[in-house]
């Protein structure tokens, strides 16, 4: 009969585990802020201007934008599926907009309202499609796209619509020289990643992503979730087209 040896390791607690993968996250992480330390130091000793506050104003709103696209296509993504229609659903949002604030007259609410609604449906619209056909992610959304340029384009004819003044505040305006779009995405990206670690329904999209059929078995509606992320994903979708359209000063196409 074997015997134990003491210098050989037992079988680890999935705990354990966990704690290991997350020391390797964090270390890829934290050599993407080295590098990314060490990119802004070179540019910073090449380019007197590069670290102005001007600069930093600029990088940091066009950032932004990029994040908030990024997470539309995110919360696809973590359930196992793509949104190739996220900017197609960004333009069209725009369209709405400028038509809610200068063919139709509504208050600036009223009409980013409708604008994030237009998203919402968009990616509800995507997400019954992918559930209920049972069509793969890539043909819907990829259909989806061409059907919201056509749209765009057929109702603005390429132009862009006027916007009130006030409505550029928040996308050109800043807080001690921080654009208010960077701290809202930063409010933002916050809000979603407690909702992943922390909420029964950011770990029941996660579960559905990680394997979908062990995630049916366990009792989480996949489907549901499916359109979910669909949903949330043409949200933000939405959310950066308006205040693409607020740093512009118009609803282009």
């Not at 940091?60 to 949104?83: D, E, K, P, T």
């Not at 409708?114 to 619209?125: K, S, Y």
Request: proline content about 4%; hydrophobic content about 55%.
């Amino acid at each position: 009969m074997a015997k134990n040896d003491p210098k050989r390791p037992g079988p680890r607690s999935p705990r354990a585990e966990a704690g290991d993968r997350r020391e390797r996250i964090s270390g890829r992480t934290l050599g993407l802020i080295i590098s990314a330390a060490i990119l802004f130091a070179v540019l910073a000793l090449i380019s007197q201007s590069f670290i102005s506050g001007y600069t930093m104003f600029v990088v940091s709103r066009q950032m932004a934008f990029y994040v908030l696209v990024a997470l539309s296509q995110a919360f696809c993504l973590v359930v196992g599926q793509m949104n190739l229609a996220v900017g197609a659903i960004g333009s069209i949002t725009t369209i709405v907009l400028g038509l809610g604030l200068e063919t139709w007259g509504l208050p600036a609410w009223v009409a980013v309202i409708l604008a994030l609604g237009i998203g919402l449906l968009a990616g509800a619209l995507n997400g019954l499609l992918i559930t209920r056909l049972k069509i793969d992610s890539f043909i819907v959304t990829l259909s989806m796209m061409f059907i919201f340029m056509g749209l765009r384009s057929g109702i603005s004819g390429g132009s862009p619509y006027k916007i009130p003044e006030s409505f550029s505040f928040i996308g050109q305006k800043s807080l001690f020289g921080v654009p208010y779009v960077f701290l809202l995405v930063v409010l933002l990206l916050g809000l979603v990643g407690y909702m992943f670690r922390n909420t029964i329904f950011g770990r029941r999209l996660l579960a559905t992503g990680g394997n979908a059929a062990a995630a049916r078995l366990s009792g989480i509606a996949t489907d549901r979730m499916v359109v979910w992320a669909h949903v949330l994903s043409g949200a933000f979708a939405a959310l950066a087209a308006v205040l693409w359209a607020s740093k512009l000063g118009s609803a282009a196409p």
